[in-house]
Nanobody, 119 residues
Framework: QVQLVESGGGLVQAGGSLRLSCVAS????????MGWYRQAPGKQRELVAD???????KYKDSVKGRFTISRDNAKNTVYLQMNGLKPEDTAVYYC?????????????WGQGTQVTVSS
């Protein structure tokens, strides 16, 4: 099993910044893609950004130029730097990781961290 623990959410005014962190721990495993999803009330969970193990990022169009994803493979950690936050960024943000344990790949989720952007 792989455990993902997020931190860094909170309340911020529009235009402000937050940095989310997610650390993976557990049994011996290899992590492929790590990323961040979000889910606003009444909406489906959506991909915000992810990054492959070799550092290739992908972003949701609406966050390009404002959010930056990075990861530290040695620490099994992924970060999301969020600048220029807007009220529509308000959601629960979930860390996700594709991890391979004994040859089996599964998608693991964190518990979520609330991000609230006030106008």
């Amino acid at each position: 099993q792989v455990q993902l623990v997020e931190s860094g959410g909170g309340l911020v005014q529009a235009g402000g910044s937050l940095r989310l962190s997610c650390v993976a721990s557990g049994s011996i495993f290899t992590i492929n893609t790590m990323g961040w999803y979000r889910q606003a009330p009444g909406k489906q969970r959506e991909l915000v950004a992810d990054m492959t193990s070799d550092g290739s990022p992908k972003y949701k169009d609406s966050v390009k130029g404002r959010f930056t994803i990075s990861r530290d493979n040695a620490k099994n950690t992924v970060y999301l730097q969020m600048n220029g936050l807007k009220p529509e960024d308000t959601a629960v943000y979930y860390c996700a990781a594709e991890a391979v344990i004994l040859g089996t790949m599964d998608l693991y989720w964190g518990q979520g961290t609330q991000v609230t952007v006030s106008s």
